[in-house]
């Protein structure tokens, strides 16, 4: 099993910034990739960001310039710095990773979600 744990959301004015945390646990081999998506009410579940490992950081067109997606290999945690947030931005942030376990098997899991919300 793998564990994923998110942290960090909050309340923050239109502008200000925000960092999530993602920390991954269990039985982990390796990192394959890590993501973060968002929804709001009423909408369907989008990207926002996702990172290889090795490899290519990709981004929404709607949080290009205003969010960066790193990635600690060595603590197995991801990082999302929002910065100029937008009441837009306003959701609940979850984390998704794909690992390679010990048994070579690839899984999927996910966070169990971090509320943003944007509010003057």
Do not use: H
């Not at 960092?19 to 909408?43: D, K, V």
């Not at 999927?108 to 971090?114: A, K, L, P, R, V």
């Amino acid at each position: 099993q793998v564990q994923l744990v998110e942290s960090g959301g909050g309340l923050v004015r239109p502008g200000g910034s925000l960092r999530l945390s993602c920390a991954a646990s269990g039985n982990i081999f390796r990192i394959a990739t890590m993501g973060w998506y968002r929804q709001a009410p009423g909408n369907q579940r989008e990207l926002v960001a996702t990172v290889t490992n090795p490899g290519s950081t990709n981004y929404a067109d709607s949080v290009k310039g205003r969010f960066t997606l790193s990635i600690d290999t060595a603590k197995n945690t991801m990082y999302l710095q929002m910065n100029s947030l937008k009441p837009e931005d306003t959701a609940v942030y979850f984390c998704t990773a794909r690992v390679q376990r010990t048994t070579g098997v690839f899984s999927d899991s996910w966070g169990q979600g971090t509320q943003v919300t944007v509010s003057s």
